[in-house]
């Protein structure tokens, strides 16, 4: 997930919001069993152990962006896609004890680097797996997206209504803003709980619901079943 987004305001309070999240990660992990992650996760060919994996190999991605903002020595996020891959794959079938070990301290590696980042360096350029280039100051969104997103993909009781207001505040005009810039059929989404209102493309039709349930069907977490109005066709969310 590389989707721009809305700046918080001050990184202090991004990293709180990212280590809060976390916290509800890994308290909904914890409740696990091992036998649980071999089940399916909600991402195709993907299970509950993949999807920890993914995330703890995401973080140490996301410090190898901090280190570059810091130190200005290019370090990709990865080595490469093979190896991206390769790693979630060995990763997932270890027992729960050694995934949770895994990602809460892949989780404070990156959370302890992002705290002491010198501010002069956050503006500076990084470039993530897709390539596309973005200030330092993107990562903990970058972060944020993972954790809460995946958070739902661990299929374990937590859904999209469970993100904050806060996180949904963001999210839905990010993916309006994807979706408008990938093309495609148009159509106005319109958040009954909120008043928020996005146009992609030229609207054909409108689809209305909570706003937390539109973020979770434009970036393919749901079939959209509880929202209103003709819902097309979409394609996968970058």
Same mark, same amino acid.
């Given at each position: 997930?590389?989707?721009?987004? *809305? #700046?918080?305001?001050?990184?202090?309070?991004?990293?709180?919001?990212?280590?809060?999240?976390? +916290? @509800?990660?890994?308290?909904? /992990?914890?409740?696990?069993?091992? +036998?649980?992650?071999?089940?399916?996760?909600?991402?195709?060919?993907?299970?509950?152990?993949?999807?920890?994996?993914?995330?703890? @190999?995401? &973080?140490? =991605?996301?410090?190898?962006?901090?280190?570059?903002?810091?130190?200005?020595?290019?370090?990709?996020?990865?080595?490469?896609?093979?190896?991206?891959?390769?790693?979630? #794959?060995?990763?997932?079938?270890?027992?729960? @004890?050694?995934?949770?070990?895994?990602?809460?301290?892949?989780? #404070?590696?990156?959370? =302890?680097?992002?705290?002491?980042?010198?501010?002069?360096?956050?503006?500076? *350029?990084?470039?993530?797996?897709?390539?596309?280039? %973005?200030?330092?100051? $993107?990562?903990?969104?970058?972060?944020?997206?993972?954790?809460?997103?995946?958070?739902?993909?661990?299929?374990?009781?937590?859904?999209? &209504?469970?993100?904050?207001?806060?996180? %949904?505040? $963001?999210?839905?005009? %990010?993916? !309006?803003?994807?979706?408008?810039?990938?093309?495609?059929?148009?159509?106005? !989404? $319109?958040?009954?709980?909120?008043?928020?209102?996005?146009?992609?493309?030229?609207?054909?039709?409108?689809?209305?619901?909570?706003?937390? +349930?539109?973020? /979770?069907?434009?970036?393919?977490?749901?079939?959209?079943?509880?929202?209103?109005?003709?819902? *097309? *066709?979409?394609?996968?969310?970058?």
């Amino acid at each position: 997930m590389t989707s721009e987004a *809305p #700046e918080l305001t001050g990184i202090p309070d991004r990293l709180d919001t990212v280590a809060a999240a976390t +916290a @509800r990660l890994l308290h909904t /992990a914890e409740h696990l069993q091992d +036998a649980d992650l071999v089940d399916p996760s909600l991402l195709p060919g993907w299970t509950r152990g993949h999807v920890l994996a993914h995330l703890s @190999r995401n &973080a140490d =991605s996301l410090v190898n962006l901090l280190l570059w903002a810091r130190t200005g020595i290019e370090t990709p996020q990865y080595a490469s896609a093979f190896l991206r891959e390769a790693d979630i #794959e060995a990763g997932a079938p270890r027992p729960l @004890r050694e995934q949770l070990e895994d990602l809460a301290a892949a989780s #404070e590696r990156w959370l =302890s680097l992002a705290r002491v980042m010198p501010a002069d360096r956050w503006p500076t *350029p990084v470039r993530n797996r897709a390539g596309g280039e %973005v200030p330092a100051t $993107r990562v903990p969104w970058m972060r944020l997206l993972e954790v809460e997103i995946h958070h739902v993909d661990l299929n374990s009781g937590y859904t999209p &209504a469970d993100w904050p207001s806060a996180f %949904v505040d $963001r999210l839905l005009p %990010v993916t !309006v803003a994807d979706r408008a810039a990938a093309g495609g059929p148009g159509f106005t !989404v $319109r958040a009954t709980d909120t008043g928020y209102t996005g146009v992609v493309g030229e609207p054909e039709t409108e689809i209305t619901g909570p706003a937390a +349930a539109l973020a /979770a069907w434009l970036i393919g977490r749901s079939p959209g079943t509880d929202l209103t109005g003709d819902l *097309p *066709p979409l394609t996968a969310w970058k």
